[in-house]
């Protein structure tokens, strides 16, 4: 199938492609994405291409497809739409603006809903998986380069967004399925590097204090952000944070003994804070590496590359993850620089307030949930229950999920572990289910899924879904307690 698929996915890009370059170049193309990693990098593919081309697009980056933005969609002057990242499972929606007569284009990775629509490209459709085989920008660099062959880097766009969205899912990190034939042709093109290492923040260019301090994926409770922290803990390893001429060590200056208690260390610690000891080795993986970006950059590995961005649009800094994304660095840089250590700052904040409000946890036998009311931004939430769910008092072995007071709704975010996923549990369809019974809307993935409910039904729509996930895993497959 898969190659079958293949051939019929890189036809559907090409005429989808075709599509696009048939419009006439005075036309306004409306690109609408998503806020995160993955949706901003895909954005920018479909607007470096079409730029290159010489078409006149404009990106928009949203929370998600709901009616607000069908609204503002439908109202604008664009009768030419691309949604990027989302489209896929919200086609109800999207009748408003064919309505309108706008022309649609959906280049998504998403649980698809019927109907399949001719310019809509979704690797589901074809055959893939798009939780790990392809990302939404992997899918839009498929379209972008029938577009535009003239920006090599699209393709480093591409891996970024597929590790925002934890696509590395092979082993020992690394990216699988058409995300691994994105990432050999980008390093045939000697645009990236591979090797295994350590996953921590520039662990080869920064001071040791500033790798662990700076590390977001994965992230280090306790550590990640707090300098004091870090230079504590590796002072507790026995290993000497400074040299003797007080200047900071780096990776370059230990011993392969220190290297290795360093190591050790770092697992050691990630146990005793709750990981399962599989999940603290994880922080040694596959790295991706920008060979064009300079060495200390927070843009040289594409890990960093993609919470750098996933930063932005979490909080709200859609422009400057656009700009990034474009190649602009200098002011943005610096910018980007100080929106990181506000991410870190923002993550600890509503990491400690969980910790002192146990109320916000509530552990179902198939569920478990943090409500983060009107403290978390409802933009943050996902990214706090993915840290959060490796850690104590939660289970890798029932789904976590997190509640948070938008403007006129609750977002919820939700995730399952690689292990439930195996297991046959997908989240995106029960989500979908779960908001629909209370009046709202939902799904997603397998593996990450989220929904809007209506404010007020957080209780009732968290034990429909502990039902549903009893059922759906049957009893016995998920140890409930
Ligand atoms: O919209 P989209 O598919 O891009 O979003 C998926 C979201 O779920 C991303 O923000 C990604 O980081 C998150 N995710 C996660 N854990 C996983 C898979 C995805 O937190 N295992
Ligand atoms: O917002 P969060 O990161 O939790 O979203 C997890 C996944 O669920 C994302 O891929 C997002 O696009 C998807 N989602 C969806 N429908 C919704 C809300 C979220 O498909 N109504």
Not at 24 to 52: C, T
Not at 109 to 121: A, T
Not at 420 to 431: E, Q, S, T
Not at 443 to 461: D, L, T, V
């Amino acid at each position: 199938m898969a190659q079958e698929g293949e051939s019929l996915l890189l036809k559907r890009a090409e005429s989808i492609a075709n599509d696009l370059l048939s419009i006439p170049k005075e036309e306004e193309i409306l690109i609408v994405s998503h806020l995160d990693a993955d949706g901003i990098a895909a954005g920018s593919i479909m607007l470096h291409a079409l730029l290159d081309y010489g078409a006149n697009p404009c990106l928009r980056i949203v929370k998600q497809l709901d009616m607000g933005v069908i609204e503002d969609v439908a109202d604008s002057p664009s009768k030419f739409v691309v949604f990027v990242d989302m489209g896929s499972g919200q086609k109800p929606l999207l009748q408003k603006l064919e309505d309108k007569n706008k022309k649609l284009f959906i280049i998504d990775h998403h649980q698809p809903e019927p109907p399949e629509m001719e310019s809509e490209i979704n690797p589901h459709m074809f055959g893939y998986n798009g939780s790990n085989d392809i990302s939404a920008s992997g899918t839009a660099y498929l379209v972008a380069k029938r577009i535009s062959s003239n920006n090599p880097y699209t393709s480093q766009l591409a891996i970024a967004g597929a590790l925002g969205d934890i696509q590395d899912r092979g082993e020992r990190a690394s990216l699988v399925g058409l995300n691994k034939a994105i990432a050999v042709e980008a390093e045939s093109k000697g645009l990236l590097k591979t090797k295994l290492g350590l996953k921590l923040y520039g662990f080869e260019s920064r001071p040791l204090v500033q790798c662990l301090a700076n590390t977001i994926e994965p992230y280090l409770p306790g550590l990640s952000g707090d300098e004091g922290a870090c230079l504590k803990f590796i002072k507790s390893l026995g290993i000497d944070p400074v040299k003797a001429d007080g200047s900071w060590r780096s990776q370059a200056d230990l011993s392969n003994n220190e290297l290795r208690t360093l190591l050790n260390g770092i697992i050691k610690y990630l146990i005793s804070q709750g990981l399962s000891s599989k999940e603290a080795e994880s922080v040694v993986g596959t790295l991706y590496i920008f060979p064009n970006e300079p060495p200390d950059s927070p843009l040289r590995d594409a890990r960093e590359f993609a919470s750098s961005i996933n930063a932005c649009g979490r909080l709200g800094k859609y422009g400057l993850g656009v700009s990034i994304c474009m190649g602009d660095r200098g002011q943005a840089l610096e910018e980007l620089k100080q929106t990181l250590q506000e991410y870190r700052k923002t993550i600890s904040r509503y990491l400690n307030w969980i910790q002192t409000n146990n109320d916000s946890i509530k552990i179902l036998p198939y569920v478990q949930a943090i409500n983060g009311g009107t403290v978390v931004d409802d933009r943050m939430i996902g990214t706090i229950i993915s840290i959060t769910y490796s850690t104590k008092p939660f289970s890798l072995e029932k789904p976590i999920v997190g509640f948070a007071v938008s403007s006129d709704c609750i977002k919820v975010s939700a995730r399952a572990s690689p292990n439930l996923v195996k297991k046959g549990l997908n989240l995106g369809a029960l989500i979908k289910e779960a908001a629909e019974k209370f009046g709202g809307a939902g799904g997603g993935h397998n593996i990450a899924a989220g929904a809007q409910i209506p404010i007020g039904r957080e209780e009732a729509f968290l034990q429909y879904l502990n039902e549903l996930i009893s059922k759906n895993m049957g009893v016995g497959e998920i140890h409930a307690h």
